[in-house]
């Protein structure tokens, strides 16, 4: 039985296909209106076999996405004189997915904006009388709710790259739970104020134990009980007990 089938890990809030765009393009530094089709879908198709792995919720519009990568991907690569006639006048095949890029960013940019004066606007309090306000200070670090579902998967892909192989013997002898890693990783945070990411995961941890570990995680954040951060974006994330959200890592 598969860790995912022993515990169902339900998020509450899941980025969609053009989230998961995004974040490659911004990660792999690259022109969104000169998207690298061969290297994105297969980033892409990378993330979604991970998720599948890990048994999310992925919806059918990442499907139809992959289907509209693969066949971007496939139309460029056929050479100009093998292309249908009404093709070679056409414009770049990449276009109609770039505009859908570019106004869904808009979009998202002005939610984070008005989520940030939100937040700014909850933490302000009037002196008395005066007409002056005390706004909080900026924390460093990346926001919380700029760390997504993808930067836990990516972060996740590295420390799975690095795992030991599996074997028969290994399998049966191994019996990780998520329930258990739930409790591991709370005791873990009642010990220290903070951990990294990689903290979670030994040197010789197994496919099997690297799994329900995450999934662990994902139920943790989930359920408030632990939040994360990153001093960069697309850096190191640390872990924290949500009682105790700031302090340094000890």
């Given at each position: 039985?598969?860790?995912?089938?022993?515990?169902?890990?339900?998020?509450?809030?899941?980025?969609?296909?053009?989230?998961?765009?995004?974040?490659?393009?911004?990660?792999?530094?690259?022109?969104?209106?000169?998207?690298?089709?061969?290297?994105?879908?297969?980033?892409?198709?990378?993330?979604?076999?991970?998720?599948?792995?890990?048994?999310?919720?992925?919806?059918?519009?990442?499907?139809?996405?992959?289907?509209?990568?693969?066949?971007?991907?496939?139309?460029?690569?056929?050479?100009?004189?093998?292309?249908?006639?009404?093709?070679?006048?056409?414009?770049?095949?990449?276009?109609?997915?770039?505009?859908?890029?570019?106004?869904?960013?808009?979009?998202?940019?002005?939610?984070?904006?008005?989520?940030?004066?939100?937040?700014?606007?909850?933490?302000?309090?009037?002196?008395?009388?005066?007409?002056?306000?005390?706004?909080?200070?900026d924390e460093a670090g990346v926001a919380l709710s700029?760390?997504?579902?993808?930067?836990?998967?990516?972060?996740?892909?590295?420390?799975?790259?690095r795992s030991r192989p599996e074997e028969i013997a290994?399998?049966?002898?191994?019996?990780?739970?998520?329930?258990?890693?739930?409790?591991?990783?709370?005791?873990?945070?009642?010990?220290?104020?903070?951990?990294?990411?990689?903290?979670?995961?030994?040197?010789?941890?197994?496919?099997?134990?690297?799994?329900?570990?995450?999934?662990?995680?994902?139920?943790?954040?989930?359920?408030?009980?632990?939040?994360?951060?990153?001093?960069?974006?697309?850096?190191?994330?640390?872990?924290?007990?949500?009682?105790?959200?700031?302090?340094?890592?000890?």
């Open positions: 039985m598969s860790p995912t089938e022993e515990y169902k890990v339900e998020l509450e809030v899941f980025e969609g296909p053009l989230d998961l765009l995004l974040y490659l393009i911004k990660k792999n530094e690259v022109d969104i209106y000169d998207i690298p089709m061969v290297q994105i879908t297969n980033q892409y198709m990378e993330y979604m076999n991970l998720m599948r792995m890990l048994d999310l919720n992925i919806a059918g519009e990442f499907i139809v996405m992959a289907a509209t990568l693969m066949m971007i991907k496939s139309r460029m690569l056929l050479p100009v004189e093998d292309r249908p006639e009404q093709e070679e006048e056409e414009e770049d095949p990449r276009w109609d997915l770039v505009r859908q890029l570019v106004e869904y960013k808009k979009f998202k940019d002005v939610a984070a904006e008005l989520q940030r004066k939100e937040f700014v606007q909850e933490h302000v309090f009037a002196l008395h009388s005066d007409n002056v306000a005390l706004e909080p200070e700029d760390i997504g579902i993808f930067d836990l998967i990516t972060a996740f892909k590295e420390v799975l790259s290994e399998i049966a002898a191994e019996r990780f739970t998520v329930p258990d890693k739930i409790a591991d990783i709370l005791a873990l945070l009642r010990s220290r104020t903070s951990l990294r990411f990689t903290d979670l995961f030994g040197d010789n941890a197994s496919r099997h134990e690297i799994i329900c570990t995450f999934l662990a995680l994902l139920e943790l954040i989930r359920l408030h009980q632990v939040g994360v951060r990153q001093d960069d974006h697309f850096g190191s994330i640390s872990l924290y007990a949500t009682d105790n959200p700031h302090e340094d890592e000890s």
